[in-house]
């Protein structure tokens, strides 16, 4: 049986990604393979609901590699829509938002609506009060928002709560989920 099937318990999934993690500032900078054992296939579908770009990836090999270029791609489909701006994705978000699709079933599209955000865009958000954090998550490419294409929203924050890792957002007027890296909390 293996760790999917098992289930991630919190306090395994933050333990594997203490250890594995290199960090600097708070970011990951260094993907490590400690942190990827056990993890399912890291391979994802995203479409960027901006710009309509669509990316099929394996963002990390069976051995636990993490893929640079590939990351790289990564950053540039999730890239600020307002500035253009690219910022590093942290791949504690990707490992929560594939947990989360692979406990779905997993072949599925992410739509994505707010990946990466420039720190320029955030501001403009909390101006315009559409209920951005000032210290947004998004700006550290900590945060994604996403949709699941026949999957009701509600499943898809359900799943994310049993998994009790970083943060889950559901914003049922929007219809989307907000997945993190940070700590487990939820709104």
């Not at 901006?50 to 590939?70: F, H, M, N, P, S």
């Not at 403009?124 to 009701?152: E, K, T, W």
């Not at 929007?174 to 940070?182: A, I, N, R, W």
């Amino acid at each position: 049986m293996d760790n999917l099937e098992r289930g991630w318990t919190r306090r395994g999934f933050l333990r594997t990604s203490l250890v594995g993690a290199v960090l600097l500032g708070g970011r990951l900078i260094c993907p490590s393979v400690t942190f990827a054992r056990g993890l399912p296939e890291g391979r994802l579908r995203f479409v960027n609901v901006w710009t309509d770009e669509q990316l099929d990836v394996i963002y990390r090999d069976e051995a636990g590699q993490y893929d640079l270029e590939a990351l790289d791609d990564v950053n540039h489909l999730l890239r600020c829509h307002y500035t253009g701006e690219v910022g590093a994705i942290d791949v504690r978000v990707l490992e929560h938002v594939n947990l989360v699709q692979k406990r779905l079933g997993g072949n599925r599209d992410i739509q994505v609506t707010s990946g990466f955000r420039s720190p320029e865009y955030n501001a403009l958000l909390v101006r315009s009060g559409r209920g951005a954090a000032r210290n947004s998550l998004h700006v550290q490419g900590q945060a994604m928002d996403i949709r699941i294409p026949g999957i009701h929203p509600k499943t898809v924050r359900k799943v994310a709560l049993e998994l009790g890792y970083g943060g889950v957002g559901y914003y049922p007027r929007s219809k989307f989920v907000h997945l993190d890296s940070g700590p487990f909390r939820h709104w």
